[in-house]
């Protein structure tokens, strides 16, 4: 007895799984779109920061790009400006 109560129960379950299955496959289906369109959104999101970020480069390279001279200048006559040797020092 204790086997076909057990027998009806999965097939009672099976019977409610079939009958939802649509809505679970719309649910997923909805699910997706929305992953899709909120990915979309987060990869145009995250071009628009590069893109002010480029921006923003191109912008202040007339600032960064001359003081980066004058420090590689300045880093090469401190390199080059040493006159101890390694063991005295």
Not at 56 to 82: D, E, N
Request: aromatic share 4%.
């Amino acid at each position: 007895m204790k086997t076909f109560l057990k027998v009806l129960l999965v097939t009672a379950l099976l019977i409610v799984a079939i009958k939802l299955s649509p809505v679970i496959f719309l649910g997923a289906l909805v699910g997706l779109l929305v992953a899709a369109v909120l990915g979309a959104v987060g990869l145009s999101l995250l071009a628009a920061l590069v893109a002010v970020a480029v921006a923003l480069a191109v912008a202040l390279s007339p600032v960064w790009i001359p003081v980066l001279v004058v420090l590689g200048v300045i880093s090469l006559c401190k390199k080059t400006g040493q006159t101890t040797s390694p063991l005295t020092a």
